[in-house]
């Protein structure tokens, strides 16, 4: 947390103006997320009380926990969020070779495409195309990515999604309630906001989730999926 800002700021934006850090919007609206994904039991806590507050929302998946639980995997989808890409094995960018990180990015995409096939006969009739329900978004774990990369997976067809604001739920050394303060401190409408449904963030993100869809419902937002 030291050398990452809660809210990204203007100059990082500039720079990489093909990614997407936050929904251009006059409305009261904002973009929940969620890393690392499926996750047993955590994950489905989170769409539960998604549910509950009728918020969607976009989970970035890790490819081998799709493997691994497909059917929580086919839990987001059918609550109607939508599913991005978080890579094969959680890497970074930094320090992987372009085409190894292309490889960990399809290998995702495969399993994503794979196990949501498997379940397609299952789902709604809005659900029944991939390409534009799964494949375009694509979140670089930790953030990391270098400008190759970018430019080879938005020539792929992939939309690069970063964030505004970060929760920090992750952080061993941030407390629940600063947690919960960072999202409602900083969000603004439009913005790209990230949790964690994974075992590490767990406790700090089942405590500030609830009352981050609380705070926001009860000021007149609501939750998107990107």
């Not at 990204?8 to 720079?15: E, S």
């Not at 507050?53 to 929580?72: L, Q, R, S, W």
């Not at 890579?87 to 930094?94: D, L, P, R, S």
Request: aromatic share 14%; with cysteine.
């Amino acid at each position: 947390m030291k050398f990452t800002p809660v809210k990204t700021p203007i100059v990082a934006k500039k720079l990489f103006p093909n990614y997407t850090w936050d929904i251009a919007t006059t409305e009261k609206e904002l973009y929940l997320t969620f890393d690392d994904g499926p996750t047993p039991e955590i994950t489905n806590w989170a769409l539960d009380t998604l549910k509950s507050y009728d918020a969607k929302a976009t989970f970035f998946c890790i490819g081998k926990n799709v493997e691994e639980h497909p059917m929580i995997f086919q839990n987001i989808i059918k609550n109607g969020h939508r599913i991005g890409n978080h890579t094969q094995n959680h890497i970074k960018g930094w320090s992987t070779k372009t085409t190894d990180y292309l490889k960990e990015v399809d290998d995702a995409q495969f399993a994503i495409n794979a196990t949501y096939n498997s379940f397609q006969n299952n789902y709604d009739s809005k659900f029944k195309n991939p390409k534009s329900s799964i494949i375009k978004p694509f979140r670089p774990p930790y953030g990391q990515i270098t400008p190759h990369q970018g430019k080879q997976l938005i020539a792929n067809g992939y939309d690069i999604i970063m964030w505004d604001v970060l929760s920090f739920d992750w952080e061993l050394d941030v407390s629940e309630e600063k947690c919960f303060e960072n999202v409602v401190s900083k969000s603004r409408p439009g913005s790209i906001v990230v949790f964690h449904d994974s075992v590490k963030a767990s406790k700090n993100m089942m405590y500030a989730l609830p009352k981050v869809l609380d705070f926001f419902s009860g000021k007149g937002f609501v939750f998107k999926a990107i």
